[in-house]
């Protein structure tokens, strides 16, 4: 049903333009949210630094080429255990009007507190790339929430290490 929406919502996009003959310059504005679903490991904090978020635009229709925009541009802490059933505000951002099919959130620093005890998140990639098509319609805001899930990103590895797989689920509102 949601793919269904998307699909029209494109289309409707799409076919503005090519019925004007002109290249879209509408815009609408992309709002991100962020939240953390709870969990029951004996996780008491969990500190995320995220530097800068890009979503890639698809190429067709209005873009005569994909494009990767900047979404967020600075360094951005949150502590996502404050966050579990909360939306916090990542960012947001006026982006051209088209379908969009990936967001990359680059990811600098990440520590987990457990069982009273502090230890750096080793992160195997400093890109966590979530693949999810979303539309920018003009003179609208897409409101996406970013949904980790601490309890299942946290790994123990060996003793007293522990490793970041960020397990993030897209959600349109």
């Known amino acids: 049903m949601r793919i269904m929406s998307i699909l029209i919502v494109g289309l409707i996009v799409i076919s ?7 290249i879209n310059t509408e815009k609408g504005t992309l709002l991100l949210k962020i939240t953390d679903a709870p969990g029951d490991l004996n996780i008491s904090e969990a500190l995320v630094t995220i530097s800068y978020v890009e979503v890639h635009i698809a190429a067709g229709g209005n873009n005569s080429s994909a494009e990767w925009f900047t979404v967020i541009n600075e360094s951005l802490q949150f502590d ?3 966050l579990e059933n909360v939306t916090d ?3 947001s951002e006026i982006l051209e009007a088209g379908i969009y099919t990936q ?3 680059h990811v ?3 520590l987990v507190t457990i069982d009273d005890v502090q230890y750096n998140l080793e992160i195997p990639s400093k890109t966590v790339k979530l693949v999810h098509q979303f539309v920018i319609v003009p003179n ?3 409101t ?3 949904d980790f899930d601490v309890q299942e990103s946290v790994h123990k590895t060996g003793s007293d290490k ?3 797989h960020p397990t993030i689920k897209v959600i349109q509102e």
């Open 16 to 22: 503005s333009t090519l019925f004007t003959g002109c």
């Open 80 to 82: 996502l255990i404050l």
């Open 89 to 91: 505000i990542l960012g």
């Open 103 to 105: 967001i990359r959130l």
């Open 108 to 110: 600098d620093e990440a």
């Open 140 to 142: 609208n805001t897409t």
């Open 144 to 146: 996406l929430i970013l």
């Open 162 to 164: 522990y490793i970041l």
